[in-house]
């Protein structure tokens, strides 16, 4: 599974902070990211390599540069940024440990699936415009944007 490895300014603190509230957070697990239906990939694991070559960059099948276009991260970031206030304005109105999960989750997955939806930079190339009909540089069939999903489930099952 693609991931992302990001330790905000006082996670380690408002995590331990949640655990003294609900118990170990480890009862439950947060998958978020392109993990929902893979689209014209037809597998995860195709799809993924996809959005590997499209955040950081690679070759195409035509032969040209694709450059980075750090979507992933970028994403990651915006959320990030208010993740301390978003985990204390969800225990001042008592969430359970699940229902943290389901926020955090859903807002994560909404600004993954904007950050694709709305990224203009670089632009593509003018043969993939031509071939697509328009300058959208990580839109083509709306697979990967529309792969972005989340996921809380018990630690140890199957989500």
């Not at 331990?16 to 439950?28: A, I, W």
């Not at 998958?31 to 694991?45: A, N, Y």
């Not at 959320?79 to 955090?104: C, F, K, N, P, W």
Request: hydrophobic share 35%; net charge negative; proline share 6%.
């Amino acid at each position: 599974m693609l991931s992302l490895e990001c330790d905000p300014s006082g996670i380690d603190e408002i995590l331990s902070g949640v655990e003294r509230l609900f118990g170990p957070l480890g009862e439950y697990e947060l998958e978020v990211g392109l993990i929902g239906d893979p689209g014209k990939w037809k597998t995860h694991q195709e799809l993924w390599k996809v959005a590997r070559v499209l955040n950081f960059g690679g070759m195409s099948s035509r032969g040209g540069t694709i450059p980075p276009r750090p979507f992933l991260d970028t994403a990651w970031e915006r959320v990030a940024a208010s993740l301390t206030t978003d985990v204390e304005r969800l225990l001042r109105i008592g969430v359970t440990g699940r229902e943290l999960y389901e926020q955090l989750g859903a807002k994560y997955a909404d600004e993954l699936w904007w950050t694709i939806e709305d990224w203009s930079f670089p632009p593509n190339a003018p043969l993939t415009i031509a071939l697509k009909g328009r300058d959208d540089p990580l839109v083509e069939t709306g697979s990967l944007r529309d792969s972005v999903a989340y996921r809380v489930h018990r630690s140890g099952e199957e989500a």
